[in-house]
């Protein structure tokens, strides 16, 4: 499946040689871009000012983004006010998952497009009460590709790696896993029938991408979840202390980990990997 504003559908953009079709195309693409990066900085400034936690969720395909959420929402719904953004192709059938749990849900059917964009969230998000909320998780496009380039105005992007999907994925998408703050290996309860997976190779590829993102192990299914849990309160303390006691000049290095997508520091340095 490709789509017309990320480059997907452009076959011809990776050829060495350059004429006036290419220098258009990079042209076009650029400023698809800078719109789109625009329209994340407004959604940030709305969702800085009501002082919610906004976490972009990103993987393939079934690797068990709406188990994750519901699993969380069964944690922490009776002590946070959660919402969640859907993004699909096609069809209502996650987000009706997630209505089902009680938590106010927006579906987005992108057709054609391969990703989520921030002018889509934008729209979304006038659904929700903002204000009246305490983490709002937006369930990208399952793409292990496009979903990495568009900033949506998300404080944290998470990307979920699941077992059977094999422990080489940092490597083979680097992109995507670089612009992560926090990798979630998923589907844990697996491993006793999945010999080729290894949960520590997979913090050594992202080592090997010079990223210092946590890596997480767990099962939606049997858990653990008490490390993503923490993480996600972390993570609303902090952007309550930055919305509400901002920084000094000349304080920021006390924050640490600047996210590729969202500028500034973010709470994640403090939660570290797991040893292998």
Known sequence: MVCQTCGCALPDHLRPETNERDVHTVAVLEGLKAHNDAAARHNRAHFDRAGLLVVNLMSSPGAGKTRLLEATIEALGGRYRLAVIEGDLETENDARRIR???????????????????????????ALALDALDILFIENVGNLVC??????????????????????????????????????????????????????????????????????????????????????????????????????????????RPGPNHPGPSFLGNLASPEP
């Not at 380039?149 to 670089?178: C, I």
């Not at 999945?194 to 858990?223: C, I």
Request: glycine residues 6%; aromatic residues 6%.
């Open 100 to 126: 089902a749990k009680g938590v106010p849900t927006v579906q987005i059917t992108t057709g054609s497009a391969c990703h989520l964009d921030a002018t889509m969230v934008h729209r979304a998000a006038h």
């Open 147 to 256: 979903p990495a380039s568009f900033d949506l105005g998300q404080h944290a992007s998470v990307t979920l790696l699941s077992t059977p999907e094999g422990d080489d994925k940092p490597l083979k998408y680097p992109v995507m896993f670089r612009a992560s703050d926090l990798v979630l290996v998923t589907k844990t309860d697996l491993l006793p029938v999945l010999d080729d997976f290894n949960v520590a190779a997979v913090a050594e590829h992202m080592r090997r991408l010079a990223s210092t993102a946590p890596v997480l192990a767990m099962s939606s299914k049997t858990g653990p979840l008490d490390a993503w849990l923490a993480w996600l309160e972390t993570g609303l303390a902090e952007r309550r202390r930055r919305v509400f006691h901002p920084a000094a000049p000349g304080d920021e290095g006390l924050l640490t």
